[in-house]
């Protein structure tokens, strides 16, 4: 397999078989990532391509899911995605499903007609790092994009049938900013069809614009309770049925839920975990954490 620099696939698609189709990040901007700095964007030549996917047609003939790796491969524009999209199935005549890493700003390059037929091609489960719905932190982020853009776009996919998952990052607003952050964002994720929701927490890295703004007193970090309240209220007022995972190594404390069913629960839970450990203790564990993967 042809692997280059960072390969990164979110948690929940630890059983698809992943290769390669672009490496580093067309846009690598948001202001919390250090991800793909020294990695300029890059897409795998087709016939690379093809020599991955006989590699696992040879070892996994019945592979069902493919993940695509790169940030964000889902920036190809349709024309250029078309081709490999449809050389998988040539080689894995079982496959059902072509997952991948989207940006919204990687959504705005393609009409409804052509995400249909990339749906039809096997195209679904895309795993889109909105981060937040609130303007203000999407600014804040960087992230190139609004919370009007993330319901346009995202209407789109929905409008094509093509399965799609957020992320929600706690703590990215910033001290005293988590309680704005989770009621808009929870307001405008409520107006969409995320089938998951996955959530990170904040962690500053090295090299990032919001580690240094951090050390010149310019963004104050959220407290780790903050955070935790912050995603308590982002449960409460996300008005969708989806499933709601913050277990990945950011969040101090792992906590899954199916919404709106055990909201209760769940709330209790990170109450729990607010009443049981300190501040010290949280922050702690965050210090600890070299790197999300
Ligand atoms: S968060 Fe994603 S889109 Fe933003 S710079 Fe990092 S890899 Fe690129």
């Given at each position: 397999?042809?692997?280059?620099?960072?390969t990164w696939r979110?948690?929940?698609?630890?059983?698809?078989?992943?290769?390669?189709?672009?490496?580093?990040?067309?846009?690598?901007?948001?202001?919390?990532?250090?991800?793909?700095?020294?990695?300029?964007?890059?897409?795998?030549?087709?016939?690379?391509?093809?020599?991955?996917?006989?590699?696992?047609?040879?070892?996994?003939?019945?592979?069902?899911?493919?993940?695509?790796?790169?940030?964000?491969?889902?920036?190809?524009?349709?024309?250029?995605?078309?081709?490999?999209?449809?050389?998988?199935?040539?080689?894995?005549?079982?496959?059902?499903?072509?997952?991948?890493?989207?940006?919204?700003?990687?959504?705005?390059?393609?009409?409804?007609?052509?995400?249909?037929k990339l749906?039809?091609?096997?195209?679904?489960?895309?795993?889109?790092?909105?981060?937040?719905?609130?303007?203000?932190?999407?600014?804040?982020?960087?992230?190139?994009?609004t919370?009007?853009?993330?319901?346009?776009?995202?209407?789109?996919?929905?409008?094509?049938?093509?399965?799609?998952?957020?992320?929600?990052?706690?703590?990215?607003?910033?001290?005293?900013?988590?309680?704005?952050?989770?009621?808009?964002?929870?307001?405008?994720f409520?107006?969409?069809?995320?089938?998951?929701i996955?959530?990170?927490s904040?962690?500053?890295?090295?090299?990032?614009?919001?580690?240094?703004?951090?050390?010149?007193?310019?963004?104050?970090?959220?407290?780790?309770?903050?955070?935790?309240?912050?995603?308590?209220?982002?449960?409460?007022?996300?008005?969708?049925?989806?499933?709601?995972?913050?277990?990945?190594?950011?969040?101090?404390?792992?906590?899954?839920?199916?919404l709106?069913?055990?909201?209760?629960?769940?709330?209790g839970?990170?109450?729990?975990?607010?009443?049981?450990?300190?501040?010290?203790?949280?922050?702690?564990?965050?210090?600890?954490?070299?790197?999300?993967?």
């Open positions: 397999m042809h692997f280059t620099g960072r979110p948690p929940y698609e630890a059983n698809s078989y992943i290769i390669q189709l672009t490496s580093g990040c067309t846009y690598g901007k948001c202001s919390f990532c250090n991800l793909y700095k020294e990695e300029p964007f890059c897409l795998t030549p087709l016939s690379t391509f093809e020599e991955d996917l006989a590699e696992i047609k040879k070892y996994q003939p019945n592979a069902r899911r493919i993940f695509l790796t790169g940030a964000n491969p889902f920036a190809l524009s349709y024309e250029k995605l078309k081709p490999y999209i449809l050389t998988v199935r040539d080689y894995l005549i079982k496959c059902q499903t072509i997952a991948m890493f989207a940006s919204i700003r990687d959504i705005k390059n393609k009409e409804v007609w052509q995400l249909k749906r039809a091609m096997g195209v679904n489960g895309l795993s889109i790092g909105t981060e937040s719905g609130d303007d203000e932190t999407l600014f804040l982020a960087k992230k190139g994009y919370s009007q853009d993330i319901l346009e776009q995202c209407r789109k996919l929905d409008e094509a049938g093509i399965e799609y998952y957020f992320v929600y990052m706690a703590g990215l607003a910033g001290a005293g900013g988590g309680t704005r952050n989770a009621v808009n964002s929870a307001k405008v409520s107006q969409l069809n995320p089938y998951f996955h959530v990170d904040l962690t500053l890295f090295q090299g990032t614009e919001l580690y240094t703004l951090a050390n010149e007193g310019k963004f104050i970090p959220a407290g780790e309770k903050e955070r935790l309240e912050e995603m308590q209220i982002f449960i409460k007022n996300l008005q969708i049925r989806t499933h709601f995972f913050a277990n990945t190594i950011s969040n101090f404390y792992p906590v899954t839920a199916y709106p069913k055990e909201r209760e629960k769940v709330v839970e990170l109450q729990h975990v607010m009443d049981t450990f300190s501040e010290e203790e949280m922050l702690e564990y965050r210090k600890g954490l070299k790197t999300l993967g």
